[in-house]
């Protein structure tokens, strides 16, 4: 029987075994769940007996782990966020998310006979009838059944009409009561005690079930069982209901993408699959095989070939077991295999394994595999395979748009009612008119100015979701939809911008197409489904999940995570833009009565279901530290010394966290100091911040595995809970010699700084909690920190010096003309001994075969412009130089090799006074050039010098045949930037092959000089471009033209490598 505990708008009769809902009034709070915990194995079954045609969407049914004497009973309940697994439509959801897709028979779909008056519930005297009158009770009784039984292995299976669906979930634990949702049209449903007509439950059903549904007329054929798991790797999604299996971000990234069976495989039994997208930008493909590791025992490696136990594959011609080829020229090739190939796998009872390619038997791939363990099917989208799909199940292939099928949720056909559906805020787009009172929008005229907001703040995993309700097919482009930090009620409607791309007085997060971005700046490429392909009737939905990221719901299936690190505060934001013009709000606020779900506690403080309650680390983050320290509990392979201020790795590359004893306070800086490095191994260190004391925790073997409020800089990436957020954000910290120094300050606006040797280099990440403690990686070559603060110099430096430490509030004067100052390394240290990029550029300088006695002997006079290197110096990206000062840029991309300088010049007045530029030049000149120490005729690339006539009083005459050399003139082209002169025009491209890597590359060369006042004029590019170069100098002046000679001096060699 059903418990007495119901939801607002339930009755009950029959002894508590009939529920009837007030349909008229409420598609909802129609929540009823059984007296007690199922058994295992026993079913749970009711019957429709009423409905009603107001509502879209029915009856939900399933299972929960919350007792009903406890539970405070939400609207519906798909809104609980725990314990909770239901069938909804053709969908099972988990905790609120759907975990399978068209899954067995529609509920929506379900019916009663019109004419149907329901009697009593079955009794067990109705069991001793005939079969005769059962027939003819059934006949009278024609409302659906569904049911619902999870079985003493875990799993969960559901039964419509008497017909078992097959498995929905698994590891579903004992003691769950069954919960039936009054949904919609579904208004009155009676348990029903006659299990005799549904046939027993398979303990093996993975063949499916192959029986009509006796009653209902939409019967179906239940379809394999033979799924993908859910769990997978980082870049792989699962779904069109487990069968498809597709890897995103396919053009930039080529593996973690590893995805295995729901279930072991049978003797016997062939798992196919059918290569349905493929790419041309990686070398190799798909490989496929079999392990004996579970799927929740399996840590998923970047590529299933990295496991070194119970693992056999097949990659390219060869089999592998853990990791070892075994066999080289198997007779297939998995890499030539193209779109619409298929691929099966199978191991026999005698524990030999096959594989089939398009259904032929390729023979025995290896022998011996183990008959005593189960074995799981495994694939791995792997380079240019992008997308596969289980062939063994019925049911659609393709999950484009174009053929999903549009599952209505129940919401009110006509007006939602008050207070439950979400609604529009008033402040609006100028084109946007709001109808159904706030539920929906039409843009009037034009393609733009169609913007409109949620009406409230949305909830931690509270789903927005909107249907298209009307198309112009006249635009192009289509619906935007994101999340945002701006607050309606703050900006009048005239500020509005047209276009939700041009947001960004807030932080904004949003999806056109199938690109994210953020603040209209470009973060992630093809994000699931594009919204350019959405139709009228298509749903989209927008949502911030509790680990702070944002998911896109198309028609109800996650396209999964599209941004982290998103603000608390946000609202849903809807652009009405290009084809779309008219859209209506399908979703309904999670009401706050659905979060208090868990059993009260014997304490009087009652917390949030999103706030864990504080350690005693976080109770004293308020606290302002004394004397920052490393805290005792650390990685393994540390050893602290210094009262807890110095740390050292003492063992191999990793196990090296670290987090201080106190919580960093906003506006105080915190810095460490490279000790010591190992250049045995790769990589080095990583820092940021954890919101979490970490006192009593285990740590894992690097910060890369924190997947809880945790801010990590590695290399020159951002990453937010072991997903990256942001690419190129400061220097490379794989590139700090020893001596440098880090430092980590959080803002007023909680925002994260990463700084080096003292100079910030810009926001890393905002939204930071307090507390926070920072957190540090000794990985790789390092090996040594120390915690400094702020009047500790640097290695090699004085105390008293401003400039060894990094001090940038200070400028040097240059006769009367202020100068910005670079940091630079201590001169203790070589950068060319970490910087790859300088040192495949010094490889390519050696293939030319220049005399050294051209270049500075001191190899520090040398810098490297690449990212890494300029931003570990700090450099401008203009600087003034000479008398009168004249802008140029800083080589940014370059690595310039510093020349000698001719001992006849006056060095001191020309680098005073003398302006810089730069020459692009080709390498067949390049040495004729360095022979002369300056570019003069003959010597100059033929793409930027040229020899003229000399001017006479009366025009231009030809030169006699023994003129005099000092009558010659050169035309040299200059510029005070290496975006004009490093154009192929000037400096072409050549190839070459590295003799350390054997790869090949494309190298530019140029020269910076210095360039005499007054012996040049100023002018128009002579390219014929339409685009400006570069944004301090104009298109007009960015070229300069000198003739005499003698005007310039070469000051380094410039080479880009690409």
Not at 8 to 20: A, C, D, N, P
Not at 459 to 480: A, M
Request: negative net charge; charged residues 20%.
């Amino acid at each position: 029987m059903e418990h007495n505990r119901t939801g607002i708008g339930v009755s009950q009769t029959f002894h508590g075994r009939r529920s009837l809902r007030s349909a008229t009034d409420d598609f909802n709070h129609g929540v009823v769940l059984s007296a007690r915990p199922l058994r295992s194995n026993e079913v749970f079954q009711v019957r429709i007996d009423k409905m009603v045609d107001k509502w879209a969407g029915s009856i939900e049914i399933g299972v929960t782990t919350h007792n009903p004497a406890y539970l405070q009973l939400p609207s519906t309940m798909t809104n609980l966020r725990s314990g909770t697994w239901m069938m909804t439509g053709n969908g099972v959801m988990h905790n609120g998310t759907t975990i399978l897709d068209e899954y067995g028979h529609n509920l929506d779909r379900l019916k009663v006979s019109p004419a149907q008056e329901p009697g009593p519930p079955d009794t067990a005297g109705d069991r001793l009838r005939t079969e005769g009158r059962r027939r003819c009770f059934t006949q009278r009784v024609a409302g659906d059944t569904v049911g619902v039984v999870r079985k003493d292995d875990g799993s969960l299976h559901f039964f419509v009409n008497g017909v078992a669906q097959g498995p929905a979930a698994w590891n579903v634990p004992p003691s769950v009561y069954a919960v039936v949702d009054l949904y919609g049209q579904a208004a009155q449903a009676t348990i029903m005690d006659d299990m005799a007509d549904l046939p027993p439950l398979p303990d093996d059903v993975s063949e499916g079930n192959n029986q009509l549904s006796p009653s209902s007329p939409c019967s179906v054929v239940s379809a394999n069982d033979l799924r993908f798991h859910r769990l997978h790797g980082s870049n792989a999604v699962i779904t069109n209901g487990g069968r498809t299996a597709l890897r995103q971000n396919c053009r930039s990234e080529f593996n973690d993408a590893i995805v295995i069976s729901n279930r072991s495989l049978r003797d016997g039994e062939l798992f196919e699959i059918v290569i349905q997208k493929t790419v041309d930008r990686w070398s190799g493909s798909i490989e496929a095989g079999v392990t004996a590791i579970r799927p929740g025992e399996l840590e998923f490696p970047n590529t299933m070939t990295d496991i070194d136990y119970d693992t056999w594959m097949l990659s390219g011609t060869a089999i592998m077991q853990d990791g070892n080829t075994m066999r080289n020229n198997y007779g297939c090739d998995l890499d030539s295999l193209t779109t619409g190939s298929r691929i099966g796998m199978m191991r026999t009872a005698t524990g030999d394994l096959h594989y089939y390619i398009n259904g032929v038997d390729q023979g025995v791939a290896c022998s011996g595999l183990p008959a005593e363990k189960e074995v799981f099917a495994v694939i791995d989208l792997y380079g240019q395979c992008v997308q596969v799909a289980i062939t063994s199940s019925s049911g659609p292939l393709d999950n484009s748009l174009s053929t999903c099928n549009i599952t209505e949720k129940s919401f009110p056909i006509h007006s939602p009612v008050s207070g439950v559906a979400h609604r529009l805020h008033s402040k609006h787009g100028k084109n946007v008119m709001l109808q159904s009172e706030g539920c929906q929008a039409v843009r009037g005229g034009g393609y733009s100015h169609g913007i409109v907001f949620s009406i409230k703040e949305l909830k931690s995993d509270e789903l927005f979701e909107v249907k298209i309700d009307e198309v112009d097919e006249r635009w192009s482009g289509s619906l935007h939809i994101g999340l945002t930090t701006l607050q309606p009620a703050d900006i009048p409607c005239t500020s509005l911008s047209a276009c939700l791309l041009d947001l960004r007085t807030k932080v904004t997060w949003l999806v056109t197409g199938s690109e994210v971005r953020r603040n209209g700046t470009l973060q992630k490429q093809n994000y699931g489904c594009s919204l350019d392909r959405l139709r009228v009737g298509n749903r989209v939905g927008v949502k911030r999940c509790s680990d702070d990221s944002m998911h896109i719901l198309i028609d109800g299936e996650d396209m999964g995570p599209a941004a982290t690190a998103v603000a608390k505060n946000v609202y849903a934001v809807v652009d009405l833009y290009g084809r779309v013009t008219a859209v209506s709000v399908v979703s309904s606020t999670v009401l706050d009565e659905a979060e208090g779900t868990k059993v009260p506690s014997l304490s009087s403080e009652v917390c949030s279901e999103e706030e864990e309650e504080p350690t005693p680390c976080e109770n004293e983050a308020l606290l302002v530290p004394t004397a920052m320290q490393f805290l005792e509990n650390h990685g393994k392979n540390i050893l602290l010394s210094n009262q807890n201020r110095t740390a050292t790795r003492v063992s191999s590359y990793n196990q090296g966290l670290l987090v201080t004893n106190q919580p960093l306070p906003q506006q105080q800086l915190f810095q460490v100091q490279i000790d010591r490095l190992n250049p045995t191994w790769t990589s080095s260190l990583s820092l940021g911040v954890i919101g979490s004391c970490l006192q009593r925790s285990s740590f894992p073997s690097t910060a890369c595995c924190l997947k809880r409020s945790s801010w990590l800089l590695q290399r020159g990436c951002v990453f937010h809970n072991s997903l990256k957020i942001c690419d190129n954000y400061g220097p490379n910290l794989d590139t700090c010699p020893e001596g440098t120094v880090l430092g980590l300050l959080v803002d007023a606006n909680s925002c994260l700084h990463l700084y080096v040797n003292g100079m910030d280099q810009g926001v890393a990440a905002q939204d930071i909690p307090s507390p926070c403690f920072p957190l540090l990686d000794l990985y790789g070559q390092c090996e040594q920190v120390t915690i400094v603060t702020n009047d500790v110099p640097a290695v090699g430096g004085d105390a008293s010096n401003p400039r060894c430490q990094g001090d940038m509030e200070k400028a040097d004067m240059v006769d009367g003309i202020k100068e910005s100052v670079c940091w630079t390394p201590p001169l203790e240290v070589n950068p060319m001994k970490t910087c790859e990029y300088q040192v495949l550029c010094s490889r390519f300088k050696e293939l030319l075969t220049l005399p050294d006695g051209y270049f500075s002997e001191d190899p520090k006079a040398s810098l490297c412009y690449c990212e890494s290197c300029h931003k570990l110096r700090g450099d401008e990206a203009y600087y003034k130089r000479g008398e009168p000062p004249r802008d140029y840029a800083a080589p940014f991309g370059w690595c310039c090799f510093s020349l000698r300088v001719n001992p006849r010049c006056d060095v001191a007045n020309t680098f005073k006074k003398w302006h810089m530029a730069y020459h692009g030049t080709s390498v067949g000149a390049l040495r004729r050039t360095l022979d002369q120490s300056e570019l003069v005729t003959g010597s100059v690339s033929i793409f930027s010098a040229a020899q003229t006539k000399c001017d006479m009083q009366s025009g231009y005459s030809e030169p006699e045949e023994n003129s005099a050399p000092e009558r010659e003139e050169v035309k040299v082209q200059l510029s005070p930037t290496m975006r004009y002169s490093g154009l192929d025009s000037f400096a072409p491209k050549v190839q070459f092959r590295d003799p350390r890597s054997l790869r090949s590359h494309h190298a530019q060369v140029a020269l910076q000089v210095y360039v005499r006042p007054g012996s040049y004029k100023i002018g128009a590019q002579s390219l014929g471009l339409s685009e400006a170069l570069d944004t301090r100098f104009s298109n007009s002046e960015i070229e300069w033209i000198s003739k005499e000679k003698g005007s310039t001096l070469l000051y380094g060699l410039l080479i880009r490598i690409e």
